[in-house]
């Protein structure tokens, strides 16, 4: 097996200039094979359209079929149509009815196996380098490849909102303070969640301030509530096995910096000894969907603030210093005398997974991009909305999530680390996501359609921010693309009794009363797709 860096990366230059070259016209270009993209795709084929599909990786299905196998789900009768539909075909590969944990490879195979049925062919290490625009309407795509694109309706489906970017449209990147929507939970926050529980000195030598901080630390304190420029931290959502059968060793990073892990030193030196809680494990009961997991574990934290607007290329070396970091902390738990015996012999029993991530030595390679830009746009989704205090009048499907933001820095107080911007506000009912919160303001483009970049501010993205629910705003864009099409009318035109009518006839969910109409329905489905964890597995995590 080769180490998991040689074919670990975001973006080569090499690949990307040298990609496949075609020139294409089609009635839709889905630029991004997220879930979303993907579904967007499926669903506009199915409707009779050309669909072309570009995506800037090397393999579909971003973070669905990325690692994130554990899905956040929030209420599973909260989703409808084909993202519902996704989760049964997965369910069909282990023999049950539908299946909300699963192994990164079949959501992979299901989402291939989709395309194929409807003859898409995604093209893939497409970046785009340009647009065309006539006043208000893309009318082309260009990627660095020499691929042009023309197409009369356009759906970006990016992490990172690209397209709407190039095409002109407003956006943000960051955290809204709490006074510009009268919210309480967006700025900057200090709260109990994933936190230092005990505590841990920030200087290089304990006790001397004046020895310098350790790295990833800020010496000014945070104003709560306030705006800053700050995104919620990023990770690899990684599949781990403790089967020996199956079991690759933790690979040594090639550019280990033990500095990094100082912290978690001195913190399991005070005591905490959470690092097997969020060990998740899916269908086949010897994997995981291993995620960030208390105040230091694998998001690394305040390290990605350039990655939503910035070039490819410093997007190349934010993700190779993620891989450094994550890689360095499996390590480090694994190998280090400073990480108690007991604990250090445990995680040595896991490792990736030679059956999954192939080509990159079992490890995955889309960065957990958990939020880059957000489009600003006639109707922005907020903690009211969340929260029912305001209901959107023209939703295109239901939110369910708790608002969830991770850390965005860590900081000094009082001598001590702390970590700021970690919110875990559940407690709500499913709720309404607005049609113009997924289209641009009409002065600004009228034939593009944003299923996950879409307006929201940060706390509520927080919340919105769940891969079954970009699959079914993905869906809801293909069939607003669908009329728009049809009616040779923009986005922003389209009367929404038409849409809503078309949305439900799909098996979309757009209310809460549709979804306790199909709750009654679903709950012998919902048992099937139910994971229990092992209990010998329990006491292992303990």
């Known amino acids: 097996m080769p180490h998991p860096s040689e074919n670990l990366f975001y973006y080569r230059p090499d690949l990307s200039l040298h990609a496949e070259r075609e020139t294409i016209t089609a009635d839709l270009c889905v630029y991004g094979a997220t879930a979303a993209g993907v579904i967007a795709a499926v669903q506009a084929a199915m409707l009779g359209w050309r669909v072309a599909l570009l995506n800037p990786a090397e393999r579909i299905g971003g973070m669905t079929s990325g690692g994130l196998s554990y899905t956040d789900i929030g209420n599973q009768t909260a989703i409808g149509g084909l993202a519902r539909e996704f989760y049964q075909r997965v369910g069909q590969a282990y023999g049950v009815d539908v299946a909300w944990t699963f192994e990164p490879h079949i959501a992979e195979r299901v989402l291939s196996q989709w395309l194929r049925e409807v003859e898409i062919r995604p093209l893939h290490q497409q970046f785009l380098a340009a647009v065309e625009k006539d006043e208000t309407r893309l009318v082309a795509v260009r990627m660095e490849s020499g691929t042009v694109v023309r197409a009369r309706m356009f759906i970006d489906a990016t992490y990172e909102g690209d397209l709407l970017a190039a095409a002109g449209v407003s956006h943000c990147v960051g955290r809204e303070g709490n006074a510009l929507y009268g919210e309480t939970l967006n700025g900057a926050q200090v709260q109990s969640t994933h936190q230092f ?9 304990e006790g001397i301030a004046t020895s310098g901080l350790l790295p990833g630390i800020e010496i000014e304190p945070p104003v709560i509530g306030a705006r800053d420029h700050r995104i919620q931290a990023y990770c690899f959502r990684m599949c781990m096995t403790d089967d020996p059968a199956i ?52 998001d690394f934290i305040g390290q990605n603030f350039a990655w939503p607007a910035g070039s490819y290329q410093t997007r190349e070396q934010i993700f190779q210093a993620h891989v450094a970091y994550q890689q360095g902390y499996h390590w480090f738990l694994t190998h280090d005398a400073a990480v108690p015996r007991e604990i250090r012999e445990a995680y040595a029993r896991w490792g990736l997974c030679r059956d999954e991530f192939t080509t990159t030595g079992g490890w995955s390679p889309q960065l957990y991009v958990r939020e880059a830009r957000r489009m600003v746009s006639e109707y922005i989704m907020t903690e009211h909305e969340c929260r029912s205090a305001r209901t959107a009048p023209d939703s295109v499907g239901l939110a369910a999530y708790a608002m969830d933001s991770h850390n965005c820095r860590r900081f000094v107080q009082d001598g001590r680390v702390l970590n700021e911007g970690d919110v875990q506000m559940p407690g709500f009912p499913p709720y309404s996501i607005s049609y113009r919160s997924i289209v641009p303001r009409a002065s600004e483009c ?80 919902s048992k099937a797709g139910v994971v229990a964890v092992p209990a010998e597995k329990n006491r292992q995590f303990s």
Request: aromatic share 10%; with cysteine; glycine share 6%.
């Open 446 to 525: 009228t034939n593009l359609l944003v299923p996950v970049c879409m307006a929201a501010s940060h706390i509520a993205y927080g919340s919105i921010r769940m891969e079954p629910v970009f699959m079914v705003l993905g869906q809801s864009a293909a069939i607003a693309a669908h009329q728009a099409l049809t009616a040779g009318q923009p986005v922003q035109d389209l009367p929404y009794a038409d849409l809503q009518n078309a949305l439900r006839a799909a098996g979309q969910i757009l209310t809460a009363n549709e979804r306790a109409a199909f709750e009654k329905g679903a709950r012998h489905e």
């Open 197 to 205: 529980d005990l505590p841990v000195d920030p200087y290089v030598v």
């Open 247 to 298: 079991r690759l060793p933790f690979p040594q990073p090639r550019n280990y910096d033990r500095r990094w892990y100082v912290l978690l030193e001195r913190y399991l030196q005070a005591g905490w000894r959470e690092v097997f809680g969020k060990f998740d494990l899916l269908r086949v009961a010897t994997k995981s969907d291993t995620n960030n997991h208390g105040a230091v574990s694998t």
